[in-house]
């Protein structure tokens, strides 16, 4: 089967420790929240993922909306702990407890698909001889800079986020690039979300796609589209960049990049209202678009 998109990466169980509020364990994952929002827009979503069969019941919420799995196992399911130390909900100290381990290129199953996302949690999943096989390969490839720049200390599990050596190499072979600012600012030098994005445009990158705590920007062919989000709260700010990015590609199957952008601004504005991956209708919003401009 030929798959509009298929995303490729750990799923996990997330330990989230709010500045205020009750403890919570729940299944996680850029794979988890990215699938979930692309699953409600567009048929033809696949997730390729490494994890312990023991857990496949955790997939369950991504089949039941028509999203095939295909899981790689391994000997056990990632498990991070979130940590925010105050109300700035973009602050926050992660650490990675378990590790289901690298994507191997020849363990892949044989499949087709129009786009592929690598949407990692830290850098224990993809390395550049993934990237360089998938591109080789002909896939219309992006990844999230998040699966390089987090980078876990082997002793305290601690992650910490650094700069990418090959980072010119890598997002050269990629046809478009996910970030957030807090990894635009690292990977270029730049405070100022324009200018990391023109930054990583002269290293080759196609689209260039940055979310912030306002909005979010893209960087296509020499122009910048930017769209604010219009959500009445954070409740859900978790998996903020990857819903983006993923309600973004959803749409931009048949749309071009503005309008792409626009879309992927409203869904997730919904999404942070709420605890979770995203649980609404392509018509919540296509409303939510229609009230905010």
């Given at each position: 089967?030929?798959?509009?998109?298929?995303?490729?990466?750990?799923?996990?169980?997330?330990?989230?420790?709010?500045?205020?509020?009750?403890?919570?364990?729940?299944?996680?994952?850029?794979?988890?929240?990215?699938?979930?929002?692309?699953?409600?827009?567009?048929?033809?979503?696949?997730?390729?993922?490494?994890?312990?069969?023991?857990?496949?019941?955790?997939?369950?919420?991504?089949?039941?909306?028509?999203?095939?799995?295909?899981?790689?196992?391994?000997?056990?399911?990632?498990?991070?702990?979130?940590?925010?130390?105050?109300?700035?909900?973009?602050?926050?100290?992660?650490y990675q407890?378990?590790?289901?381990?690298?994507?191997?290129?020849?363990?892949?199953?044989?499949?087709?698909?129009?786009?592929?996302?690598?949407?990692?949690?830290?850098?224990?999943?993809?390395?550049l001889d993934?990237?360089?096989?998938?591109?080789?390969?002909?896939?219309?490839?992006?990844?999230?800079?998040?699966?390089?720049?987090?980078?876990?200390?082997?002793?305290?599990?601690?992650?910490?986020?650094?700069?990418?050596?090959?980072?010119?190499?890598?997002?050269?072979?990629?046809?478009?690039?996910?970030?957030?600012?807090?990894?635009?600012?690292?990977?270029?030098?730049?405070?100022?979300?324009?200018?990391?994005?023109?930054?990583?445009?002269?290293?080759?990158?196609?689209?260039?796609?940055?979310t912030q705590?306002?909005?979010?920007?893209?960087?296509?062919?020499?122009?910048?589209?930017?769209?604010?989000?219009?959500?009445?709260?954070?409740?859900?700010?978790?998996?903020?960049?990857?819903?983006?990015?993923?309600?973004?590609?959803?749409?931009?199957?048949?749309?071009?990049?503005?309008?792409?952008?626009?879309?992927?601004?409203?869904?997730?504005?919904?999404?942070?209202?709420?605890?979770?991956?995203?649980?609404?209708?392509?018509?919540?919003?296509?409303?939510?678009?229609?009230?905010?401009?």
């Amino acid at each position: 089967m030929k798959y509009n998109i298929a995303f490729i990466g750990h799923m996990c169980y997330d330990q989230i420790v709010p500045f205020r509020g009750e403890t919570t364990i729940s299944p996680g994952s850029a794979v988890l929240c990215g699938a979930m929002a692309a699953g409600r827009i567009v048929q033809g979503v696949a997730v390729i993922t490494r994890m312990s069969p023991e857990d496949r019941s955790i997939l369950k919420p991504m089949q039941d909306i028509g999203i095939e799995t295909r899981l790689i196992p391994s000997k056990e399911t990632t498990y991070m702990r979130v940590e925010h130390p105050s109300e700035n909900v973009d602050i926050r100290n992660m650490y990675q407890f378990k590790n289901a381990g690298y994507f191997v290129f020849d363990d892949l199953p044989e499949f087709e698909s129009r786009y592929v996302h690598l949407a990692g949690i830290t850098d224990q999943e993809f390395t550049l001889d993934l990237v360089n096989a998938l591109r080789d390969k002909g896939f219309n490839l992006s990844a999230d800079m998040q699966s390089f720049v987090r980078q876990v200390d082997p002793v305290t599990r601690q992650i910490h986020f650094k700069d990418v050596p090959y980072k010119k190499e890598l997002i050269w072979r990629l046809d478009r690039v996910k970030l957030d600012m807090v990894e635009a600012a690292l990977l270029t030098g730049y405070n100022d979300i324009e200018q990391a994005a023109i930054k990583m445009e002269t290293w080759g990158a196609g689209e260039i796609i940055i979310t912030q705590a306002q909005g979010v920007l893209a960087r296509i062919n020499g122009r910048t589209f930017y769209e604010t989000f219009s959500n009445k709260s954070t409740i859900g700010r978790t998996g903020r960049g990857d819903t983006t990015f993923a309600a973004y590609l959803s749409w931009r199957l048949n749309h071009e990049p503005a309008e792409a952008l626009k879309f992927a601004a409203a869904l997730v504005s919904i999404k942070m209202e709420t605890p979770g991956p995203f649980s609404a209708s392509l018509n919540d919003v296509l409303e939510r678009i229609r009230l905010c401009h």
